[in-house]
């Protein structure tokens, strides 16, 4: 079964750290991007990092940015997120999402096609 | 950074109805923008790709069009299950993005 599954959520107090994982099944994680999103409670879909396939390109959101690191293990099919310095407002239920490619009349267009479960993250 | 602007924010509908959800955004993007469905406790789900495309399983009720700094996603006739949160998302700027508020779509 084609899947993403995240584990590593969990409750923490401000300033602390904890590392989230994504683990890939059902197809071959070394050719896809990838990305982290998040939602706070109630609240709407908000993209906080992307890696490219082979782990050489990132990009974070400022929101994020010189916090938290985004990686990936190809060989482990497997993509993590350290957030460190921890605030109130990173609480949220974090989603692993991944990119898929389509090219339409040489025009490449990507969407997020395949999400994980989510794991909650608490900030307390 | 692109802003993403959903109108409304909420809609009550009734089975069979016809809905219509607009995204506008700060900045035309020509036709770099996706639609999501989220049903409560879930993961988002993708339904259209560069604004007008089906995701391969979405049913043909939904409906996507748009281009530059307009979009609309519509439901031709609302079924039980399409009661959920959407969600527009402009990939204009990969990699990275950014997402509208959302519309929650109710039953009347």
């Known amino acids: 079964e084609v899947q993403l599954v995240e584990s590593g959520g969990g409750s923490v107090q401000p300033g602390g750290s904890l590392r989230l994982s994504c683990a890939a099944s059902?197809?071959?994680?070394?050719?896809?991007?990838m990305n982290w999103v998040r939602q706070a409670p109630g609240k709407g879909l908000e993209w906080i990092s992307y890696?490219?396939?082979?782990?050489?390109?990132?990009y974070y959101a400022d929101s994020v940015k010189g916090r938290f690191t985004i990686s990936r293990d190809n060989a482990k099919d497997s993509l993590y997120l350290q957030m460190n310095s921890l605030r109130a407002e990173d609480a949220a239920v974090y989603y692993c999402?991944?990119?898929?490619?389509?090219?339409?009349?040489?025009?490449?267009?990507?969407?997020?096609?395949?999400w994980g479960q989510g794991t909650m993250v608490t900030v307390s | 950074d692109i802003q993403m602007t959903q109108s409304p924010s909420s809609l009550s509908a009734s089975v069979g109805d016809r809905v219509t959800i607009t995204c506008r955004t700060s900045?035309?993007?020509?036709?770099?923008l996706n639609w999501y469905q989220q049903k409560p406790g879930k993961a988002p789900k993708l339904l259209i790709y560069?604004?007008?495309r089906l995701q391969s399983g979405v049913p043909s009720r939904f409906s996507g069009s748009g281009s530059g700094a307009d979009f609309t996603l519509t439901i031709s006739s609302l079924q039980p299950e399409d009661f959920a949160i959407y969600f527009c998302?402009?990939?204009?700027?990969?990699?990275?993005?950014?997402f509208g508020q959302g519309t929650k779509v109710e039953i009347k």
């Open positions: 999402a991944r990119v898929e490619i389509v090219v339409v009349t040489a025009i490449r267009y990507d969407a997020f096609d395949l």
């Open positions: 059902g197809f071959t994680f070394s050719n896809y991007e």
């Open positions: 890696i490219s396939s082979s782990g050489s390109s990132i």
């Open positions: 900045q035309r993007i020509s036709t770099y």
């Open positions: 560069a604004a007008s």
């Open positions: 998302q402009q990939s204009y700027s990969t990699p990275t993005w950014t």
